[in-house]
């Protein structure tokens, strides 16, 4: 697989503020990258930097195999960014600024596709910018992002506005641009819409990513939701060292599993005579959480 | 990477073009206008030689080149020499902040609003956003060099010249665009809009002032300064070039050295520093007034400082006017002939005039930020806590008459203190007495703001019309014999010249009076109408 989006070790100082620290994970073709961190781990930090905008201090970034900083208005003929917090030229249509923006990119504009994406979002494009709620500037920049193609898509907090139903229309954008081939970078506080969208996952934290593979990957790093009943007692789970956080309830056992120690599990619960084993697969948001309470020491 | 620094500069430039005619072509009939008001009244009112020789006399002592600049062709004072006199600075002032403010909307500002950022995603170079908000300015100010030259040279009369015409476009044109670079280079150090245009205006106003200070004695001041610099052409009288190469190579170099520091910077990034803030509000920022305070804290500091200057500057110069009047003969008679008319006392109440005008800005800005906060969705976050509309009205309108009471006296105390300094024999009983009968105007000006704020909200830009039109008639009212039906419109005009007219209680109070009445019928509007944010 080619590799879309590189970043190689990328640190990035504000005065004496460590905003990045050493940030390493690439992107492939065809590939849904969810970005995820907590506020001020260094995400937009890390997508301006890849935009060109911000000056790497050291390590370096590469998309489509070019130089970020150096190569910006190349790069930038192949992808389309998505910022979380819009702003307009309040005097102008957002029909308008959405022309503009596909213009400047340089790529064909199939306009049938334009005014489908603006009935999909239920986007009025005959306003001006200044009368548009937060939701529908942000749909000036999606429709902007997806009315063309593009090789990358670099979307950072895109959904911040939307209402749950037009969030849908989105992850249905994303998912079309895949099928197409592109690749998508997508930083998102919303974790059902990156388990939902994407392949791989890359937290970050305080600057430095903490976790980084693909979702299936990172699933065997956490630990299983376990409920089992069984004939006999199973007193001796408390004592395995791969058990967390078990309760008895009504004679079924509820607790944690590492995932990685499932073969353990059934070849230590077998001889108890087991009634019901229920096991429900990590959510990323235990991932997420796990990584963020992790917090003792930092800030 | 250079190569690609302004990709799309075209597109771009095409793009400002389309979101900035309508302003552009609101500033250019204003700034047209403004010329012509000047070239018309002259060329009416001056048609007489002889008149226009008795002006140059009245013109030709420091207190009056203070305020206009130095006297220039005083031998043969024509139309051109008088109009180059009288209105340069004005004319410079007013082309410099446009292009201020011009240049600093379409640069730091956009950046702070994240439009530059979208922009820069796009596919187009480091410095194309940069470049087309450079080549704006650059037409804008070509467009009135030539307006302005043809506009005077069409309507003026025969001692404009074309050379002249043309000098005078030039050098408007040209304080435009050092100004524009002065801004750009701003916009580079500081990180927000707003902190660009405060860095320019104290610039321009730095420049004002070593101008007041130069051609009032130290004479190479005023040739530091960028308006003294552009002054010094004299079109109509001698028509130097150099001054305006000069400038035009200066601003090249501003030009140059923003553009670097903009290639190098981060987006977002200002090269000087900002402190970390306060973790906890204090006592009085959860006050009204203590938050609104807070708010206006910097704009307040920063216009008592510039009047503070302003009233030294002006003071500075009081000796001058005296030491013309124990010289020169002709003066003399003047003042023999008509012993009411005594050339410092006028010259004071003048200058009071002025400085309570400007000291009327700082009072309105203090109450229009209500209408700021509005417009920006942040009063709805207060009104919507346990604080009343008219609260909150009633604690900016306050803080507005203090302001206006505070900077009044504080610029009357340097104006006095600089004169004193100088040995001047003055009464400061006299010049209080002369100061404070201005406050009732100011108040007026503020009434007039708090109705427009519970009223019409949407106008609330015309109370500077107002200010603009009392200054207009402050300054040029004798100059152009304006009616005076017109000139009684301003609250200003109505005000006794202290000392050379009587204290006015009438006046007083009937104006204190009216400001009430205006106060009341504003807050009942802010009462009653939609907050919109």
Not at chain 2, 113 to 139: C, F, K, N, Q, W
Not at chain 2, 481 to 509: A, K, N, R
Request: charged share 20%; with cysteine; hydrophobic share 50%.
């Amino acid at each position: 697989m080619t590799a879309v989006l590189e970043v190689n070790n990328v640190t990035k100082m504000f005065g004496k503020f460590q905003a990045l620290n050493g940030v390493k994970f690439k992107l492939n073709k065809g590939e849904v990258l969810g970005f995820i961190g907590p506020n001020g781990a260094g995400k937009s930090t890390t997508i301006r930097i890849l935009l060109g905008m911000l000056k790497a201090d050291f390590g370096n970034a590469k998309i489509f195999g070019k130089d970020v900083w150096t190569d910006a208005v190349d790069i930038h003929k192949r992808i389309a960014y998505v910022p979380g917090d819009v702003n307009l030229w309040p005097n102008l249509t957002g029909g308008e600024v959405i022309d503009l923006f596909l213009s400047m990119r340089g790529v064909k504009v199939n306009k049938q596709r334009k005014e489908n994406l603006m009935k999909r979002f239920e986007f009025d494009p005959t306003k001006k910018c200044r009368a548009y709620s937060k939701g529908n500037r942000q749909k000036v920049a999606l429709i902007s992002a997806f009315a063309a193609d593009a090789d990358l898509y670099i979307l950072d907090e895109p959904t911040s506005g939307l209402d749950p139903l037009q969030e849908r229309v989105f992850q249905e954008c994303v998912q079309e641009v895949k099928e197409k081939g592109a690749s998508v970078l997508l930083s998102s506080h919303i974790l059902s819409e990156v388990e939902r969208l994407c392949d791989q996952v890359a937290i970050i934290r305080q600057g430095s990513i903490v976790e980084a593979g693909s979702l299936e990957d990172l699933r065997h790093l956490t630990r299983i939701q376990i409920n089992l009943r069984t004939r006999e007692e199973a007193s001796k789970l408390v004592e395995q060292d791969w058990v967390h956080d078990l309760t008895y309830e009504n004679g079924t056992y509820i607790f944690q599993l590492d995932a990685d120690h499932m073969d353990d599990l059934i070849r230590f619960i077998q001889p108890h005579g087991v009634v019901k084993l229920e096991s429900a697969p990590a959510k990323l948001e235990d991932l997420f959480m796990r990584h963020y309470e992790t917090t003792e020491g930092g800030v | 990477m250079a190569m690609h620094a302004h990709a799309q500069t075209g597109r771009l430039f095409r793009f400002l073009l389309k979101k900035e005619w309508l302003k552009l072509t609101i500033w250019l009939i204003g700034s047209l206008f403004f010329v012509f008001i000047g070239v018309f009244a002259f060329t009416e009112v001056y048609g007489d030689a002889a008149e226009r020789q008795a002006m140059a006399i009245a013109m030709s002592n420091p207190a009056m080149e203070a305020l206009f600049g130095r006297a220039i062709g005083l031998d043969n004072y024509t139309v051109g020499a008088m109009y180059s006199h009288t209105m340069t600075v004005m004319a410079l002032s007013l082309f410099a902040l446009l292009s201020i403010l011009l240049v600093v909307r379409n640069t730091r500002a956009e950046e702070e609003d994240g439009i530059l950022e979208m922009l820069r995603a796009l596919p187009t170079g480091r410095l194309s956003h940069t470049i087309s908000a450079l080549l704006y300015l650059v037409l804008t100010n070509v467009l009135i060099t030539v307006l302005s030259t043809a506009l005077i040279f069409s309507i003026g009369d025969p001692s404009m010249t074309f050379e002249g015409a043309l000098l005078t476009g030039m050098i408007y044109g040209t304080a435009g665009l050092f100004f524009g670079a002065v801004a750009l280079l701003m916009a580079q150090l500081s990180s927000n809009g707003r902190g660009a245009m405060m860095l320019s205006f104290g610039i321009l106003g730095v420049s004002y002032m070593l101008r007041i200070i130069g051609d009032s004695g130290t004479e190479v001041l005023s040739w530091i300064s960028p308006l003294g610099l552009l002054y010094g052409t004299e079109p109509f009288v001698n028509n130097y070039w150099w001054p305006v190469l000069v400038a035009l190579g200066i601003t090249a170099l501003i030009v140059i050295l923003a553009l670097y520091l903009q290639h190098r910077r981060d987006i977002g990034a200002g090269l000087l520093p900002e402190k970390a803030g306060k973790r906890h509000a204090s006592a009085l920022l959860k006050t009204t007034i203590g938050f609104a305070l807070r708010l206006l804290k910097t704009p307040l500091i920063v216009w008592l400082i510039a009047l503070l200057m302003l009233g030294v500057s002006y003071g500075s110069v009081i000796n001058d006017v005296e030491g013309m009047l124990a010289n020169n003969e002709i003066i003399e008679q003047i003042i023999m002939s008509n012993p009411d008319l005594n050339i410092v006392d006028q010259f004071i109440s003048m200058i009071i005039g002025v400085l309570s005008i400007a000291a009327t800005i700082p009072a309105l800005q203090a109450l229009l930020r209500l209408k700021g906060e509005e417009k920006k969705n942040r009063t709805e976050k207060i009104i919507t806590g346990n604080r009343s509309r008219i609260k909150i009205l009633g604690v900016f309108l306050g803080i507005s008459l203090v302001t206006s009471i505070v900077m009044q006296l504080a610029q009357l105390v340097a104006f006095g203190g600089a004169m004193l300094a100088m040995d001047a024999d003055l009464s400061f009983g006299s010049l209080f007495e002369s100061g404070i009968a201005y406050l009732p105007a100011m108040w007026v000006m503020i009434g007039g703001a708090v109705v427009l704020i519970g009223w019409l909200p949407k106008f609330t830009g015309l109370i500077w019309a107002y200010l603009g039109f009392a200054f207009t008639v402050l300054y040029f009212a004798d100059l152009f014999d304006m009616p005076e039906w017109l000139t009684g419109i301003s609250p200003y005009y109505h005000i006794p010249e202290i000392p050379t007219d009587e204290w006015s209680w009438t006046v007083t109070l009937l104006s204190t009076g009216l400001a009430i009445v205006l106060a009341i019928v504003g807050l009942i509007g802010y009462q009653r109408r939609d907050i919109n944010g």
